[in-house]
């Protein structure tokens, strides 16, 4: 399976930036779509941003609109997520995976089997 190492969070103060970076093992890599996703104790894990490998399109779920963009650089098979004006609410684990979107039930759904350890972003007030 591919191998997927998240990096870039840490300890920020509310309104401060953040850019995540997902790297990609292997050259075998070219996913329908790359999500982010995070996930906080006792909560479910839900996305936050995707994009399609191939054309570009973007998806951001509603509270993040207008704050955090998704990009991803083919060649070097990596995804990045930049945060700004992030908010207390905003604190979790980011994860990045291969995903698809079920049409059927209106979910994005991970390949779990591509989980990485997750890089945790933490906002105080």
């Known amino acids: 399976q591919v191998q997927l190492e998240e990096s870039g969070g840490g300890l920020v103060q509310a309104g401060d930036s953040l850019r995540l970076s997902c790297t990609a093992s292997?050259?075998?890599?070219?996913?329908?779509?790359m999500g982010w996703f995070r996930q906080t104790p006792g909560k479910a894990r839900e996305i936050v941003a995707a994009?399609?490998?191939?054309?570009?399109?973007?998806y951001y779920v509603d509270s993040v609109k207008g704050r955090f963009t998704i990009s991803r650089d083919k060649d070097k098979n990596m995804v990045f997520l930049q945060m700004t004006t992030l908010k207390p609410e905003d604190t979790a684990v980011y994860y990045c995976a291969p995903t698809s979107y079920m049409l059927a039930t209106r979910q994005w759904v991970a390949d779990e089997n591509s989980w990485g350890r997750g890089t945790q972003v933490t906002v105080s007030s």
């Open positions: 292997g050259r075998n890599f070219k996913p329908a779509s």
């Open positions: 994009i399609e490998w191939r054309g570009g399109d973007t």
